[in-house]
């Protein structure tokens, strides 16, 4: 089974990468789709609440300033899809990958999302904000089915990890996108055992 591996354009992207690269069946893309103006149409409509917004672009420049090195991109559902048919694919695997996934995607590729907080309650945007805001310390990433509606697919495995009120947002933001990294780390062990 070939592994179609989407990751956003950032140190995580490439901390992501990193541990592909130990998977021969794995193939990673860069998502091109979102950017600085969707961000900020994003908090513009309030979909990400613009305290939530500040605190996610500082806890971004804290990292250092690596993305992924493959060349391998797309900025599209059909993008993805000819990216997936070229690879083989026939699982594509999401981490911080912003693209909403399309029904047609849907209909021709098993897809699934690791999301760093626990999808029973924090699904969506700023959810790692939202749950230290709620005290909801208890988290856990969530690898999840995709589905049409977002971050609402059957959940197929959880990473556990603990949030710290008295930390900061961008240690507490990193604490999450660790437990993400574990499971798909896991989540790629196992589907080479499927091949």
């Keep these: 089974m070939t592994v179609l591996l989407a990751v956003g354009d950032d140190y995580w992207g490439a901390r992501a990468e990193a541990i592909a690269a130990s998977y021969s069946h794995v193939c990673v893309a860069v998502d091109r789709s979102g950017g600085l103006g969707r961000a900020l149409r994003l908090v513009a409509r309030g979909s990400i609440p613009l305290p939530a917004a500040i605190s996610m ?3 971004a ?3 250092p300033s690596s993305r992924p090195n493959t060349s391998q991109s797309f900025t599209s559902n059909p993008d ?4 997936a048919a070229s690879k083989r694919a026939s699982l594509i695997v999401l981490f911080r990958a912003g693209l909403i996934i399309s029904g047609t995607t849907l209909d021709g590729y098993k897809v699934t999302n690791v999301h760093c907080a626990d999808i029973n309650g ?11 805001k709620a005290g909801a310390v208890k988290q856990c ?3 999840h089915e995709v589905t049409n509606r977002i971050d609402e697919g059957n959940v197929l495995d959880t990473e556990p990890y603990l949030l710290d009120r008295t930390s900061s947002y961008a240690k507490n933001e990193y604490a999450a996108y660790q437990a993400g990294l574990r499971l798909l780390d ?3 062990a196992l589907t ?3 091949q």
Excluded at 80 to 83: E, M, S, V
Excluded at 122 to 131: E, Q, T
Aim: hydrophobic share 55%; proline share 0%; net charge positive.
């Design 57 to 59: 672009f500082a806890a």
């Design 61 to 63: 420049h804290s990292l």
């Design 80 to 83: 993805l899809r000819d990216l």
């Design 122 to 132: 924090f699904g969506g945007l700023a959810s790692i904000w939202r749950a230290l």
């Design 141 to 143: 990433a969530t690898l």
């Design 186 to 188: 896991r989540t790629l």
């Design 192 to 194: 080479k055992s499927e």
